[in-house]
């Protein structure tokens, strides 16, 4: 992937330092934030330009989230927010969109597309950067970045501490980039899931669990994740009961979880399923500060595309 760009389509280029200081930048801009939005009601930038904002697939939190930052750092978002009355509608390839688009002279683009497109040869061939907002199966870097951050601000280090994945691992883009965001920051992972939702091949570093109980016990912070139905077989329906029944964290399991350790979810969730509504109230559930956050990581990625150290 060449670096030139600053593109981000994975982390595998990210060294610890850069992720150090992205998100103390980000931590910066929240300071920032807080304290300028409170007492003025006045937060922006100068306008820089335009950005587009592609999602090919389904989103809320990311879309806004990067349509958030976009505003914040002094873009106008353009957004394609599926191919519902675009051209695509009449046999545009997705291809033939960006590159029209491109035509426009954004100063950067924002993707979500699933595993058909291929990201890199289109990084390729862009003009400017290109960040990857969830691809297919493949990672949702920024997404991991946020989980990061929010752990980050609880934890202080993720050094040694044990993030627990419990869920559709397999279908999972953030688990992907949360693999290799451990890498560099030093965490171990573990998953918890029935056999349906994992993957074929589970690297030797990583801590299987087949006992919720167990696995409460052993991590810092759980991650459920959503049990991707749209990516099922029907005939993997049936378990959505059985998998409440062992895997869904409820207030009765969270009796096993570490009275400092914090319960996350990258959204959107299906309560009831992978996660009860009265979860929301346990003070160590960080779910909606992930989504508070993320705009502030996106914008310091952002604005570090375009070095721009305005606003700190
Ligand atoms: C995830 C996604 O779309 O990749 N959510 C998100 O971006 N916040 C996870 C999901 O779809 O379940």
């Known amino acids: 992937m060449p670096s030139c760009k600053n593109s981000l389509l994975n982390?595998?280029?990210?060294?610890k330092s850069k992720v150090d200081s992205l998100f103390s930048k980000a931590l910066k801009l929240k300071e920032n934030f807080n304290k300028h939005q409170l007492s003025t009601g006045v937060y922006h930038s100068g306008y820089k330009g335009t950005a587009a904002l592609l999602f090919f697939e389904p989103s809320t939190r990311t879309r806004f989230?990067?349509?958030a930052a976009c505003s914040r750092a002094g873009f106008h978002p353009l957004i394609l927010d599926g191919g519902i009355g675009t051209s695509i509608e009449k046999g545009e390839t997705l291809q033939d969109t960006i590159f029209n688009i491109q035509a426009m002279r954004p100063l950067f683009f924002v993707i979500r597309c699933n595993d058909q497109l291929d990201l890199e040869q289109i990084e390729k061939q862009l003009k400017v950067p290109l960040i990857n907002a969830?691809?297919?199966?493949r990672g949702h870097p920024t997404q991991a970045l946020l989980d990061g951050l929010t752990l980050f601000e609880k934890l202080k280090s993720l050094q040694n501490k044990n993030i627990l994945f419990v869920g559709d691992i397999?279908?999972?883009r953030v688990v992907s980039s949360h693999l290799e965001l451990s890498k560099k920051l030093g965490y171990n992972i573990g998953f918890c899931a029935p056999m349906e939702f994992l993957p074929a091949h589970i690297d030797k570093n990583i801590q299987s669990f087949t006992r919720l109980e167990s696995a409460l016990n052993w991590c810092d912070a759980v991650i459920t994740l959503r049990v991707q139905k749209e990516r099922h077989d029907n005939e993997n329906i049936f378990l959505l009961e059985d998998y409440r029944e062992n895997f869904g964290i409820s207030?009765?399991?969270l009796k096993n979880l570490k009275s400092e350790a914090v319960i996350m979810h990258p959204g959107p969730v299906n309560y009831g399923v992978e996660i009860e509504l009265e979860v929301l109230?346990?003070?160590?559930?960080?779910i909606l500060n992930q989504v508070e956050n993320g705009v502030f990581l996106r914008e310091a990625l952002?604005?570090?595309i375009f070095n721009d150290e305005v606003g700190l």
């Open 251 to 253: 207030k009765a399991s």
């Open 11 to 15: 982390l595998t280029n990210f060294d």
């Open 134 to 137: 969830g691809w297919g199966q």
């Open 302 to 304: 952002i604005r570090n």
């Open 170 to 172: 397999k279908h999972s």
């Open 281 to 286: 109230n346990d003070s160590r559930c960080l």
């Open 65 to 67: 989230s990067f349509e």
